[in-house]
């Protein structure tokens, strides 16, 4: 394992989200087995005690899991420097079989632990909680997630090696690798931007017509075209170089840090087009179509900029 001091807090914070999670899962198990709104009875009256607490560990577990994710790409990107061949945080994720999985499952938690911080908000605002049992049996669901997330990153870190050369990003997104993600390059990119700005539209019509239901369902969607579109062709643009298909490059200084705001904007754009759906309300489906129209409008001014600039395209 490399023992830099990055690596050594997320460490620490997984040791830490380990121990509070287990008690949160216990306490969980407790409360949707015995909870009843109303009663009045001692079991009750614990349980009431008890949620308040198991509430507290899981609101702030899931609030410092969000903000990690970020520390986590920033520290993979940091190891690529001190790891011969890496280049970014592209050939550390490939550096070991976990580092693929570890990332996937912290983007399907992201979306997730989100989604139960907004079912916990909402339930603190009535009266008469109408979520504590929904709320705990998703983290009752969510807690092996949480574990198996813990130990992909201690093996994916422990089996970093530095003697070892790795792949740079360069060699990972091209036609010759074989991956599932050399795939994408194979689809035209006229297709893909029609897809990509087709699903924007429709965005744009379910949100004037406010269903909500189709429009989280066509954010969900959009999350997928987003990022194929991103890797194909709007990622050649930030990088002006039409052979640099890398997810990773563009969060460096070198490139202004803009990769945090691109899959910030995304990510809060599609979240709440899932909240929209989950819960009733229009501040939801408002926040997502502001956030994804940012998006939008960010990565459309590469192409946009570089053809006013230089007259063609990549």
């Not at 390059?185 to 189709?214: C, D, E, H, Q, S």
Request: aromatic share 20%.
């Amino acid at each position: 394992m490399i023992f830099t001091p990055e690596v050594l807090t997320l460490m620490i914070l997984n040791i830490i989200f380990g121990i509070f999670g287990l008690i949160a899962f216990v306490l969980s198990i407790q409360i949707v087995r015995g909870w009843e709104n109303g009663a009045c009875t001692k079991l009750q009256y614990r349980l009431e005690k008890q949620n308040f607490l198991n509430a507290t560990l899981i609101k702030y577990i899931f609030w410092l899991k969000i903000p990690l994710f970020l520390f986590f790409v920033f520290t993979i990107d940091k190891l690529s420097d001190i790891i011969t061949g890496a280049m970014c945080a592209a050939g550390i994720v490939d550096a070991t079989p976990y580092g693929i999985y570890l990332f996937m499952i912290k983007l399907l938690t992201l979306y997730l632990f989100g989604l139960w911080l907004v079912l916990h908000y909402r339930d603190t605002k009535e009266e008469v909680p109408p979520f504590i049992k929904t709320k705990y049996i998703l983290f009752i669901a969510l807690f092996p997630v949480l574990i198996l997330e813990i130990v992909l990153e201690i093996l994916m870190f422990g089996g970093l090696d530095t003697s070892k050369i790795l792949s740079c990003c360069g060699t990972l997104y091209s036609t010759a690798t074989g991956s599932y993600i050399s795939n994408l390059f194979f689809i035209a990119t006229p297709l893909l931007l029609t897809l990509f700005y087709g699903n924007y539209l429709l965005l744009v019509l379910f949100y004037w017509l406010k269903n909500r239901y189709l429009y989280a369902l066509s954010g969900a969607i959009f999350v997928v075209v987003a990022l194929m579109s991103l890797i194909v062709f709007f990622g050649t643009y930030i990088y002006e170089l039409p052979t640099h298909h890398c997810p990773f490059c563009f969060l460096q200084k070198e490139y202004f840090y803009v990769g945090y705001l691109i899959y910030i904007l995304l990510f809060l754009g599609t979240f709440y087009a899932l909240v929209a759906g989950l819960l009733e309300g229009d501040k939801n489906i408002k926040k997502s179509f502001i956030f994804i129209t940012l998006y939008v409008i960010l990565v459309s001014l590469y192409p946009t900029l570089y053809y006013l600039r230089n007259g063609v395209w990549l």
